[in-house]
């Protein structure tokens, strides 16, 4: 159920500064654009800036903006699909006066004075798009707006293939349409792969690695990302490709950022995950999660807590 306390603070603030998650995805870019779109159509004399790192996969829906310090003071901050304190790009968002929490995924820390966190939406951008429903007589969207929700739903389902897409999904969905999104457009940005991509593709087809429990995994350090001349968020998203294979419920992606952070990439199409990706200091939904390690002598350790983990769960 929306809190209805987020309206009225987007009424009662001047200045609304939107956060999302560090490597922003399509449904952070949808949450926070979707949010702008309405709030500075509905309120023109607001000022609204979304802040935070830049997703070349998804840039033509938005860039982020640039901000001075000194625009948080009395400032109301937003932070969305961010489910703990330390993903949150862009750590001024503590400056504003008041923080609010939009988030689909599990709780794992709190943060925020008030907060609309429902793990029944399958992306923050359904939901973003859904308070514009209900509240549709007070609040006015705009073409940019519904482009960007409709980013943001369709990447975090898999285009309306993961559990959790429901008949409000799809009606949400159909309403963005009405605001002019050319579904062939979308279609055409996200499709689109460079040949490095298509070689990376071939590598992680090539190199992946299986255990007997049924996980299935592929690393990818920094020298072999740099290799293929791809960005860390094309070769994050190489995780797709080994997903779905007979016999194997889990897999994941290990890749190496600068500064020598492991992060991995945890999907699952059986046994819930979130519970484990917890436990290496991660979180998400109950079978797309995330979680690192610190380093890469820490990995078998990692892969032997997956196994014993899929095995409690088969007994």
Known sequence: MINPIIIKKIKEYNRIIIHGHQRPDGDCYGAQFGLKSIIQNSFPEKEVYVVGETSDFVSFVGTPDIIEDSLYEGALSIVVDTATEERISDKRYSLGKEIIKIDHHIPVNDYGKYKWVDTNYPSCAQMIAHFYKTYKKELKLGYEGALAMYVGILTDTG???????????????????????????VDSKLSIETLNMIRLKGYVLSNFKMTDAGFIYVTLDRKTIESFGVTDEQAASMVSVIGGIEGYPVWAIILE??????RIRLRSNGPVIAPLANEFNGGGHAKASGCKIDSWADLDRFISRTNEYINDLKK
């Open 257 to 262: 950022y600068p500064g020598s952070e492991i």
């Open 159 to 185: 285009r309306f293939r993961f559990r959790g897409v429901s008949k409000q999904t799809h009606e949400i969905a159909g309403m963005l349409l009405e605001y002019g999104v050319d579904v062939e457009f």
